[in-house]
């Protein structure tokens, strides 16, 4: 019985996670962090494919928020100032969305080296500079509100507890997609260019246009987010789209794992609920959540590259490989402490000495 | 006769001042097994990476099933004759053809393996499964029913490949736990995997031992009973001997001799860039 | 635009492209000789402009004195990222290194941030305010510092770079680390020295610029994407190209602004620079990559 649990942990898990999340908005549960979670959710699905872009080509978006906030104002002014049916918008908003970063990336993608990081940067400015200035769309820098709920017939996601399911569902459906595009051709192809690209190139895989297309894929993810986060809150501004927002991002994807999907939910909702309910508290020290950000990126990339979810998998699973053995492995880690300690100094000083004696 | 699968007329390539291929004429007869053999720098992996698409020829023309090769898109090819072909040649290196000519039919292997060492043994068959497979995004999305049949099929085929190279029994293992000798096997039948009509094999013998390459020998012999050109560049004189039906000298990027192992193994020029070259077997 | 505005538009654009070229200058020598691309070379910049302030205005020390404090500073900043950001992490790929030095740059930003406010604070010009007439436009003296130093910077680099042993050293670097390191170059030290020299002329650049463009915590990401920019042009590799880019920076941006063409208003003018670099990335930048494979 015991076995056959862990061998299913992972549906296990999956489930449990699920109940955990249906369960939330309720009031004897956890229903203050509803307005938190759906944050959350939508940030999940931007972290998803900001994960999967840097996980499988390698690359760097450091402007993904400015889909995101093409995708809300899209919405917003098609929904708003053209009327157009909410869900229309949103489409029109992916596709659109889509369809820039395409003509963005395709130069991009099709250099060696890595390009994309600086220009998405600038992509990210742009746009911000963009949403403050095109004022007759978007409203300039105080933005503009009065953006309609989403509906589905008569049922109008009106309040935080319809729309937390809302956001859920999309979130967890790409969730869903991803895994599955992760577990095909398509993915192997990701994985076999994140492996050796010109070992791909070798047997007929088109590296860049998959890695344009997983940047579009992205950008889509983005779009939607954006869009749901604008009939959600009702009113967008550019605000949540600056640079800033687009290094948070980043670090939610490093926290969740390069390459990883479901650990986009780890990153996504570690770093919101730390810079949303715990950081709110510090104002005494301002700047304070940049520095934890810029600490997190630079500590996490250095010791755990694939990601900070993924970090912990991989220990959890050596821990439950090498539990029995763990009480010998810690008497001999403090036996041996002292002697690695030795050598290090032996040779830091040794280093001194030769230093020295150069001419 | 058949046409040759492949044939190269007056290839050069070169890297700024260095000649690396120079003016090859080649030709590979269909459905037979060809060795290209030289000193070390005599070209002949780039010469490889010429015709597998890797990067484009200075000069002269590749033709395959006689078909000439592209490496750059018509419009570039337009132009660029009349402007200065500086600005183009790294335009034209980033267009990658390799892809397009796995997806024709020219498969390779290359000289330090490159397998995908993020996947298991399987999925890296699978994944040569490639160029003949056709959904896509939406379709593996969506999970949709001819997505599973096709990914089926590409299952069914690894096994298939992975059986033929003997390494059947490794399928879920990671595939840089294998030993050498077994990840230039796998990577063999990840290239046989693509389905290829002509399959250049790049030192494939390099680091095995005695055993391992005979059992190579035998491999390449079925590979060219499957109805598969093979074109192989090899160190390894007893082994290049043993299979070869034809062979190609090359030294200093230039075609010196051409015959089959008898007539070459006589030839002057060819005895005269080996002397003094250690034509050692065990090379890595 | 009549012939005066042409000229005023020019030396504010060379004035603009100046500041582009020492921080372009920054990025090049990271790149050459570690093939890392810094995206923490703007906070270089801040930091030398809001450190002279601060210890010019509220600490009251003199101004070269705060200068060379500041520029030091800086230098001491870069060194101690390579140190502890950049080595520790060894055979980090492309990717990681990217996001250690983004890591590092909202890093400073934010102790930066944190410790001086967020306020946009100016220090004393050099010299006196007061405008000179030049060729029928009117220059601050400021700006004339600002065009003589990076001037006089980018010789000093460049006779350091042909005529010293460490600048040799690092040349060699740039061109082929494996081989520096088999005649006895120290790869490590020179990579160090190689952030040092670059965010000391980072910080010289944040010092001349703050007092004309005023300085605050967040001005490195703009100016930091401009600054690479200017090394795109210039091909990463030589000083002297990366200034010309950054000069030709400064004067189409200021151009495209005067000239009033389209909607190139001043709020737009940093649309142009990226525009610029997306043209660059297309051009020149394959002659970067293909520099990369073949070294």
Not at chain 2, 144 to 153: G, S, Y
Not at chain 3, 25 to 46: C, S
Request: positive net charge; charged residues 15%.
């Amino acid at each position: 019985m015991l076995a056959w649990i862990k061998k299913k942990w992972n549906y296990f898990a999956i489930a449990a996670l699920l109940i955990f999340l249906i369960l939330i908005p309720f009031d004897w549960f956890l229903s203050r962090y509803t307005s938190l979670m759906i944050i959350i959710g939508i940030s999940t699905m931007v972290t998803v494919g900001l994960c999967l872009l840097m996980g499988y080509t390698g690359q760097v978006s450091l402007g993904q928020a400015a889909f995101y906030g093409l995708g809300a104002y899209f919405s917003a002014v098609l929904s708003k100032t053209y009327s157009l049916n909410p869900w229309l918008a949103m489409l029109i908003a992916a596709l659109a969305t889509g369809a820039f970063a395409y003509v963005v990336g395709y130069p991009i993608f099709k250099l060696r080296g890595n390009y994309l990081a600086m220009a998405t940067l600038g992509i990210g400015l742009i746009m911000w500079i963009l949403f403050n200035q095109l004022s007759q769309y978007t409203g300039g820098p105080d933005g503009m509100s009065g953006i309609p709920y989403l509906s589905i017939g008569g049922f109008t996601f009106d309040t935080n507890f319809k729309r937390y399911y809302l956001v859920w569902c999309f979130c967890l459906a790409i969730l869903f997609l991803s895994q599955n595009i992760v577990r095909s051709r398509t993915g192997r192809a990701l994985r076999a260019i994140h492996g050796n690209e010109a070992a791909a190139e070798s047997i007929g895989i088109n590296v860049n246009q998959f890695k344009l297309k997983i940047f579009v894929l992205s950008s889509v993810y983005a779009s939607l987010a954006g869009s749901l986060f604008a009939h959600h809150l009702r009113h967008v501004s550019p605000q949540p789209f600056d640079f800033l927002a687009s290094i948070k991002l980043v670090v939610m994807a490093v926290i969740g794992g390069l390459a990883s999907i479901w650990g986009a939910i780890f990153g996504a909702g570690t770093t919101r609920f730390l810079s949303d309910e715990v950081l709110l508290g510090f104002n005494k020290y301002p700047q304070l959540d940049i520095i934890i950000y810029g600490l997190i990126l630079m500590l996490v990339m250095i010791f755990m590259p694939e990601g900070l979810f993924i970090a912990i998998k991989s220990f959890t699973f050596w821990l439950k490989v090498n539990w029995r053995e763990l009480p010998s492995i810690m008497k001999r880690k403090r036996k041996e402490l002292p002697n690695q300690m030795k050598h290090i100094f032996r040779r830091l000083l040794l280093m001194r000495l030769w230093r020295k004696a150069e001419p | 006769m058949s046409q040759p699968i492949l044939e190269t007329k007056n290839l050069s390539k070169a890297f700024g001042g260095l000649i690396a291929v120079d003016k090859v004429d080649l030709t590979i007869d269909t459905g037979k097994i060809t060795a290209i053999i030289g000193p070390n720098g005599a070209g002949k992996t780039t010469l490889f990476n010429l015709i597998a698409g890797v990067y484009p020829q200075t000069s002269g023309e590749i033709l395959f099933n006689g078909k000439p090769l592209k490496h750059s898109p018509w419009y570039v090819r337009a132009v660029q004759p009349k402007l200065n072909k500086k600005i183009f040649e790294d335009k034209l290196q980033r267009h990658d053809a390799s892809h397009k000519r796995a997806a024709l039919g020219i498969a390779r292997t290359f000289q330090h393996v490159h397998l995908f060492g993020n996947m298991t043994v399987l999925e890296n068959v699978m994944t040569g499964q490639h160029p003949r497979s056709k959904y896509g995004f939406f379709g593996a999305a969506l999970r949709l029913p001819k997505a599973r049949h096709e990914e089926e099929m590409i299952n069914l085929n690894a096994i298939k490949y992975l059986n033929m190279v003997g390494l059947g029994k490794y399928t879920n293992q990671n595939a840089l736990s294998l030993p050498l000798g077994q990840q230039k096997l796998l990577a063999i039948a990840r290239a046989l995997a693509t389905e290829p009509k002509l399959i250049l094999l790049d030192e494939p013998g390099a680091g095995l031992n005695a055993l391992e390459k005979r059992e190579l020998s035998d491999l390449i012999k079925r590979i060219r009973e499957m109805g598969i050109t093979v074109v192989l560049v090899e160190h390894d004189m007893p082994l290049v001997m043993g299979i070869a039906e034809w062979i190609i000298v090359l030294d200093s990027g230039k075609k010196i001799a051409e015959g089959t192992a008898a007539q070459v193994q006589k030839d002057r020029k060819v005895i005269a860039a080996y002397l003094g070259e250690e034509v050692d077997s065990a090379e890595g | 635009m009549s012939a005066d505005q042409f000229v005023q538009y020019l030396m504010s654009g060379l004035t603009q492209g100046s500041i582009y070229a020492l921080i372009g200058l920054g990025f090049t020598i990271i790149y050459a000789v570690t093939r890392i691309i810094n995206f923490a070379q703007g906070e270089f910049v801040m930091l030398g402009g809001m450190l002279s302030y601060v210890l010019a205005v509220k600490e009251g020390l003199s101004m070269p004195l705060a200068i060379i404090i500041a520029v030091l500073a800086a230098a001491a900043v870069g060194a101690v990222m390579y140190l502890l950001a950049i080595r520790t992490a060894r055979r980090a790929s492309v990717i990681s290194l990217i996001i250690i030095t983004i890591g590092a740059a909202i890093f400073i930003r934010g102790i930066a941030g944190n410790r001086f406010g967020v306020n946009t604070v100016s220090p004393p010009d050099f010299t006196g305010s007061g405008s000179i007439s030049f060729l029928g436009a009117y220059i601050e003296p400021q700006a004339l510092w600002i065009i003589g130093i990076t001037f006089v910077v980018t010789t000093l680099l460049y006779l350091f770079l042909s005529h010293t042993m460490v600048g040799k050293a690092l040349r060699a670097c740039a061109i082929n680390p494996g081989a520096a390191s088999l005649v006895g170059i120290n790869t490590k030290a020179m990579s160090l020295i190689a952030f040092a020299i670059a965010a000391a002329i980072g910080g010289i650049g944040g010092v001349v610029i703050a007092p004309l463009a005023m300085a605050s915590y967040n001005m490195g990401v703009m100016l930091g994407l401009k600054g690479f920019v200017a090394a795109s042009i210039g091909g990463f590799m030589s000083p002297i190209t990366t200034v010309i880019g950054g000069v030709v920076l400064g004067v189409v941006e200021s151009l495209a602004v005067g000239l009033d063409w389209g909607p190139f208003t001043s709020a737009y003018k940093d649309v142009i620079a990226l525009v610029v670099l997306l043209l660059i990335l297309l051009i020149r930048s394959g002659k970067l990559a293909a520099a990369e494979r073949a070294g």
